[in-house]
């Protein structure tokens, strides 16, 4: 009985060894298998993260690409704002030379006209007596400035006026 008590025990033992060795063999099965779970979880949060960033990166650059073409835009508005301005200025500036140009033309015009009426003046006067009248500018004594005065000249007295059509001189000069 002893044997078989012994027999038994080892068989019980060996039974127990056995179902040790096969739940370490399932709970290394599972531990594998559960870390190849974890290495499958893992590869896919990695192409989740990089296709993520991938996507992040085309989209700041998309970004970068349009305020770039805005940036471009704006400087190519501003160059033609400026380029409007300058022809602008220039045209302005031409403008300004031919109204000056035009105002010359005028004034020589109309001293070209006193002359001719001072001429026919005299000339008509030549055959009889002598009569000019005009503008001069004369300075007083004691006086700073010139002051313009409307003059008429016959053959002996210069008289001075304030303007043209005042009767009464304000000198009178007498020639012998």
């Known amino acids: 009985m002893a044997v078989q008590e012994e027999e038994e025990r080892q ?6 060894k056995e179902e040790l060795h ?3 063999e399932e709970e ?3 531990r594998v298998a559960k870390l190849e779970q974890d290495i499958r979880l893992a590869q896919l949060l990695r192409k989740q ?4 960033q991938a996507k992040a990166d085309e989209k700041f650059a998309q970004e970068a690409e349009e305020r770039r073409r805005a940036n471009k835009e704006k400087r190519l508005q501003e160059h033609y704002r400026s380029e409007a301005w300058r022809i602008e200025q220039e045209r302005n500036k031409e403008q300004s030379i031919l109204k000056r140009e035009e105002e010359r033309k005028r004034g020589e015009e109309a001293k070209l006209q006193e002359r001719k009426r001072l001429f026919n003046t005299m000339k008509a006067e030549q055959s009889g007596r002598l009569h000019l ?5 004369v300075q007083t004594a004691g006086a700073v400035t010139w002051r313009r005065r ?4 016959d053959e002996k007295t210069l008289k001075l006026f304030k303007t043209r059509n005042v009767r009464s001189p304000i000198l009178l000069f007498s020639v012998y």
């Open 11 to 16: 068989a019980r033992i060996k039974a127990e």
């Open 49 to 52: 993260r990089e296709h993520d």
């Open 133 to 137: 009248s005009g503008w001069m500018s």
């Open 22 to 24: 096969r739940q370490e």
């Open 150 to 153: 409307w003059y008429t000249f």
């Open 28 to 30: 290394e099965t599972r």
